[in-house]
């Protein structure tokens, strides 16, 4: 057993704080990795605080640090392993990447291509994978109309992955407020969702939604921003459910679907495409002290555009 440096959540409502956590033996099919960076995502707070059911405490959160035979494990039919909170292969519950090491099975590791920084690597780990998998399923690419929803950390690498594939990319936001980092970023076009005007304006235009929003929305609304045909897919889970009136979906043949991050081997095309497209993520890298802090920050949706936690700072 090897006994690392970690943060751990210990209840719902108390702050995170340093612990030390074991990893399993290097078995003959695992690799030891040296975690450097790991990003905070939306997701943990939401395990970290048991919004999303009841959590097993104590847990160590992140998953956006490491490295099925159809390439879609994440939808194995017998339950997937989470990074975090899930029962590992030796029955333990597994802990994630606010850590300096972990040991994974061999086929679960990626190549992080030169040219991408490891603390911009590590928010696509996860944000960059769930954005990349949906915009390539539903087609994003030249002569498409794609809108985001939400700039957040998945939002900001979304808009960045669909302008990298040639599609006309619109941030919906909840003000104007981000919108000339969205510009930067790659959006064309910017607009906010506080104004009744956008609703009425964009009505009809889109041929793909990714909703990342990590609360509810009023998907009626949205999905009529749809075109014929299109589809919005909810990677944001908010803990409530969300509701919609079928007609929204009947008389324009729309689709509403959902994605879960994605496969290994299209986590290794998402970090070879962004290589070769130079994206990174937009990163405010923060000591391990600061996570509580950083926690609150992103609650309030006061992040540009995701915090990634240096492990050094563990010790
Ligand atoms: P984040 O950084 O907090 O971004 C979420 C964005 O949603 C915010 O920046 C904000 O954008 C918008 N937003 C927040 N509250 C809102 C509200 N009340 N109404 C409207 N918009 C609001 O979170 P994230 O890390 O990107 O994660 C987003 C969601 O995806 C979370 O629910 C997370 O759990 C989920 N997730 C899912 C998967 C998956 O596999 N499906 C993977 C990772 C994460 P604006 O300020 O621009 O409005």
Redesign the pocket.
Known sequence: MLTVNAYVATAATEPLAPTTVERREVGPHDVLIEIKYCGI???DI?HARSEWGEQVYPIVPGHECESCLKGEEQYCLKGNTLTYGGIDKDGTITQGGYSTHVVVTEDFVVRIPEGIDLDEAAPLL??GI?TYSPLRHWGAGPGKQVAVI??????HLAVKLAHAMGAEVTVL??SLK?MDDGLRLGADHYHA?SDPATFEQLVGTFDLIVN????K?DLDAHLGLLAVNGALVN????AEPLSLNVFSLIMRGRSYAG???GGIRETQEMLDFCAEHGIGSEIEVIPADKINEAYDR?LA?D?R?RFVIDTSTLA
């Open positions: 995502c939306h997701s939401s996860c944000a769930t939400g700039l957040g950390g998945l939002g936001s909840q981000k969702t990342t929003v990590s609360a929305l990677v944001g889970a908010p994605s879960l991050i992103v949706s992040v555009y």
